[in-house]
């Protein structure tokens, strides 16, 4: 795929499949959050899994990032789930350091070049689970810098409107928003029933069908408590062999584009060249 885009400040990746009222939300607000913080030259890529097998929030991830990286050069990324929209205290500027924690425990705000060195996340990761805790290990891995978004001072102003949780009030969001969070002080959740900035919503989508596997998050830990457990050099050999660098962009689907927003179809089965290797068949191949 050409690389003869134009430069670009900032590429929202977005992973997605089957939730239409979320993306169309997503697509009608944040852009408009993001140029009211003075930034212009940015693009939304929406990376939409094909139908069929289990979704693959990493591989997603990597697809939207790699396309965007070749087609924009991007100086930095932000990964943002479909279901969270800033509100308020989220700023989408660039840093000198990479956050993890962005908006959502697995999302993250990211410069490119550490993407790129880092070899993106782990496409061994299926569903839902343990891939950003990898991807965290993987900057810290490699000497880039990285901070818990979370944890900044500036974050316990944040505002977000979470899609993905039930209908509550203010009062039982934020005793919601100190479980996940971990705080006091923390970012605060909304849920799509807030009378001020709320949406209506029909159903909501519901992740046990494709995304949340409570033995797939299992095997998901095991993956990552074993990279965590690999001598240094040995990880950074195992990070480099398996990410990024499995993803073949000529064997999209689709590409549209609309705007601001490009969308990019693929299929896991198309899109790798590979199988990733879990950390049995990397330390197999180094002993054979």
Same mark, same amino acid.
């Given at each position: ?34 140029? #009211?913080?003075? &930034?212009?030259?940015?693009? =939304?890529?929406?990376? $939409? ?45 660039? *840093?000198?350091? /990479? ?5 959502? %425990?697995? #999302? #993250? ?6 993407? &790129?060195? +880092?070899?993106?996340? /782990?496409?061994?990761?299926?569903? @839902?689970?343990?891939?950003?805790? *990898? ?12 901070? $818990? @978004? ?5 974050? %316990? ?6 899609? *993905? ?5 203010? $009062?039982?969001?934020? #005793?919601?928003?100190?479980?996940? @969070? ?7 959740? =909304? ?36 990279? @965590? ?25 689709? +590409? ?26 990397? /330390? $197999?191949?180094? %002993?054979?």
């Amino acid at each position: 795929m050409s690389s003869a885009g134009p430069d670009c400040d900032l590429v929202i990746v977005v992973p997605y499949r089957n939730r239409r009222r979320y993306l169309d939300i997503f697509v009608k607000r944040v852009p408009r959050y993001v140029e #009211s913080q003075g &930034i212009d030259n940015f693009r =939304i890529c929406v990376a $939409e899994q094909a139908p069929g097998d289990t979704f693959n929030l990493a591989l997603s991830r990597n697809v939207g990032a790699l396309y965007a990286i070749h087609a924009f050069r991007p100086k930095y990324l932000i990964f943002q789930d479909v279901d969270v929209i800033p509100i308020r205290g989220v700023d989408y500027r660039p *840093e000198p350091t /990479n956050l993890t924690w962005f908006l959502s %425990a697995g #999302s #993250s705000k990211v410069r490119t070049d550490d993407f &790129i060195t +880092v070899n993106g996340y /782990n496409p061994a990761f299926l569903g @839902w689970g343990s891939e950003d805790s *990898e991807f965290g290990l993987r900057l810290i891995s490699f000497g880039r810098p990285v901070a $818990e @978004w979370k944890r900044r001072p500036a974050s %316990a102003d944040a505002m977000i409107l979470s899609l *993905e949780h039930p209908a509550m009030s203010r $009062e039982a969001a934020a #005793s919601l928003s100190q479980s996940y @969070w971990g705080g006091p002080p923390t970012p605060q959740f =909304i849920t799509h029933n807030d009378p001020e900035f709320g949406v209506p919503l029909d159903h909501q989508y519901d992740k046990r069908v494709d995304f949340h596997n409570e033995e797939r998050r299992r095997k998901n830990l095991r993956l990552y408590e074993a990279a @965590w457990q690999l001598p240094l050099g040995l990880r950074r050999n195992y990070f480099a062999s398996t990410g990024l660098n499995l993803v073949m962009l000529d064997r999209l689907l689709d +590409v549209r584009e609309d705007g601001r927003i490009s969308h990019v179809a693929y299929d896991p089965r198309r899109v790798l060249e590979r199988n990733p290797l879990s950390i049995t068949e990397f /330390n $197999e191949r180094l %002993a054979g």
